[in-house]
């Protein structure tokens, strides 16, 4: 009896000691917070850079808030009883298996406020962010829509533009590979597919991801709002080689780019090959 005790004595002394610590490690990062975010260190995703972008930040950070208040509910309920309740001498445990009906009325209320706000919630904001923006892929005709044909291969991201003919798979397309250059302020429209394996066209700030496959095509949009450059990342894993499968976005302004597609065009006719047919990968646009 007396090293049952002991034992109990110890556990509860090794949990006091464990929740000390993580409180005051808890404690330490949010002091850390306001010196991080003041020396402008960022918490969280890059910043995003397309017009639909704010929408997934602000469901990243709803879910985010989300997890933390619920996981902080918990962690408190579990406290509350352990730290209340805890081993002392002549104190004798009550076992309660919780088939009572105020139990269950508890348990059910619970439930439900969790599914409501945890998931249905989210469920509708992410519905509606799909519909009104994801999917809302803009048509070819609409003014403005510059057009992107993307094909992925171990491990490298292949980039075709139209030319100064306004047509895919002609002598003066515009090639890129593991480099994209697009205009700023206008929807950027994709049509991709894979030449090997299922591949992720993945870029973080413009807050959008598209798994291209084989034999398929896919499509996917977004529309820059800040110039820069951004990485283009791959995010299905497709070989050994997957690590060292990233590009680099460059979006520039109306001007800028212009003068660069025109260029670019210019060099395509010149650095076309007829007989090159591994070069000449194109298709006709998909409406």
Known sequence: MKLHTK????????????????SLG?????????????????WGPVPFASDFGYRFEDLFWL????????????????????????YKPGRKAHFDHGASLKDKRLATVISAATFLV???WVLV???TDLREAWWNIPESEEAGVYEVEVLAQQ????????????????ADDILQMNELTVPNGRSVSFQGTSKDVIHSLFIPAMRFKKDFNPGDINSVWFKPITAGNYTILCAELCG????????ELHVL???????????????????????????RWAWDWKE
Not at 7 to 22: D, E, F
Not at 160 to 167: I, L, N, P, V, Y
Not at 240 to 247: D, L, N, P
């Open 155 to 170: 491990w490298a991201w292949n980039f075709r533009h139209k030319g100064a003919d306004g047509k895919f798979g002609t």
């Open 240 to 247: 050994y080689a997957h690590y060292q499968m990233f590009g």
């Open 63 to 86: 879910i985010t808030w989300l997890c933390v208040g619920s996981f902080s509910i918990v962690v408190i309920m579990i406290l509350i009883p352990s730290v209340r309740d805890r």
């Open 118 to 120: 945890l998931d249905a």
């Open 253 to 279: 302004e109306s001007d800028t780019f212009d003068n660069w597609a025109a260029d670019a065009s210019e060099l395509g006719v010149a650095a076309y090959d007829s007989e090159d047919t591994e070069a």
């Open 7 to 22: 034992m109990m004595q110890r556990l509860t002394s090794l949990w006091t000691s464990g929740i000390t610590r993580a």
């Open 26 to 42: 808890l404690a330490i990062l949010c002091g850390m917070a306001p010196e991080a975010l003041a020396g402008g260190k960022r």
């Open 125 to 127: 904001i992410a519905m």
